[in-house]
């Protein structure tokens, strides 16, 4: 293998991790948007998130045509092989994020933007800004190979799923109070269902970042608490 | 190349086309476990579900163990790297189904089972056998390599978001009409969304089986149902 080969190896590998660079800047981008909608009562930011997700779909489609042709080409081993594949994880994630955040922005312009003022909202839009650290945190561990940063992450991730419990108990009370907010509500759980997934996409990324850095899988069986514990049979 | 490592190498192509299989297999008999849970009111089918999830991650780390190995060692190119990949997605939609079907359960098992055999879940239970039928229907599709059954699946989901969306309205006149019935509700529209989403993620192998048999992309944008159009601006 030539020096020039190495080299032109090399700067696939690196347009391939910038391809990821811009993709998750986009996914921070559009759920940054869909929250300061919310909190701006703007109904013009919810419809751009709307419209820019399809620019982060193609770039999915790029990272995953740049992947098949390093793979088919270079014949990436060992740590290359991880990048590689990671990348193509990671952009799946992104993308899922992205449709996350236009779900979020969809559900909401189906209501007059003065209802998104209501105090309903607003554990939402902070736990939104929590995901969006997620997001930023462990886009930065990836691309810094920050190993602590990744695992900070992930370990945070229990605390988006606290407050998602807490947020799903008070949508609740808000029904239980005033039927007439039910439709909103009801929207506003699958809203923040969307960004406690989003939390969950930031710590797969997570995942795929240390197992970058380390070669090895990060243990199982994270504690988690999502879903109000199960009933003990009897 | 010899004529024993093709034969290896195929065998190779074949274990991990088998694993596929298997993992399908168990996503589906996890589906129509929790839906004969409901309809039984049976709560050890629940658990049984819960505990069954995590051999389907197994396998699916198997699957993914398999793919950086063949990828590795046998630099796959052209329809057998479109075949390597695509196991490597369809392992990540199987895990995704299990996820779901695992996470519906998790949310029956909070309730008395006698609140299952509520009029609220029949609808729930019809949309899943539905969701049921295309993962079987998708399944066979891939490994028999047949495109008309997979743009059969392609197409069906459609029917999947409609039956979602009157549920979804369904569901919320049981909240408005009796506020005791909003916590279980709120946790059936959780259910019917798993369902929804499984169906989508049937979509998703469809769409990767079509790949692999045509070596080209099903047509983008597919006509989508889950959400309520958004309001035009002005």
Not at 65 to 80: F, H, K, N, Y
Not at 97 to 120: C, H, N, V, Y
Not at 204 to 229: C, F, H, M, Q, S
């Amino acid at each position: 293998m030539t020096a020039h080969t190495v080299t032109a190896y090399d700067q696939e590998l690196k347009a391939l991790e910038n391809a990821i660079a811009r993709m998750g800047g986009l996914a921070e981008q559009q759920l940054r948007l869909v929250l300061s909608a919310v909190t701006e009562a703007d109904p013009e930011k919810a419809i751009k998130v709307i419209a820019g997700d399809q620019v982060i779909d193609a770039v999915q489609r790029e990272v995953e045509e740049m992947t098949v042709q390093l793979i088919a080409r270079r014949q990436p081993v060992a740590v290359d092989l991880r990048v590689v594949l990671g990348a193509l994880r990671i952009a799946s994630d992104l993308e899922r994020i992205g449709d996350l955040a236009k779900s979020t922005a969809k559900r909401l312009a189906q209501f007059d933007e003065k209802a998104w003022l209501s105090p309903m909202t607003r554990s939402l839009t902070a736990i939104g800004d929590l995901a969006a650290l997620q997001l930023k945190t462990v886009l930065d561990a990836y691309s810094q190979r920050n190993l602590d940063q990744a695992l900070l992450v992930w370990n945070r991730d229990e605390e988006i799923d606290r407050q998602y419990n807490a947020l799903f108990r008070e949508l609740l009370t808000y029904m239980m109070e005033d039927p007439r907010t039910i439709t909103f509500s009801a929207h506003l759980l699958f809203c923040a269902k969307n960004i406690e997934r989003i939390g969950d996409h930031c710590t797969n990324i997570a995942e795929i970042a240390a197992y970058i850095i380390t070669g090895e899988p990060l243990v199982e069986n994270r504690p988690r608490a999502d879903i109000a514990p199960v009933p003990s049979e009897g």
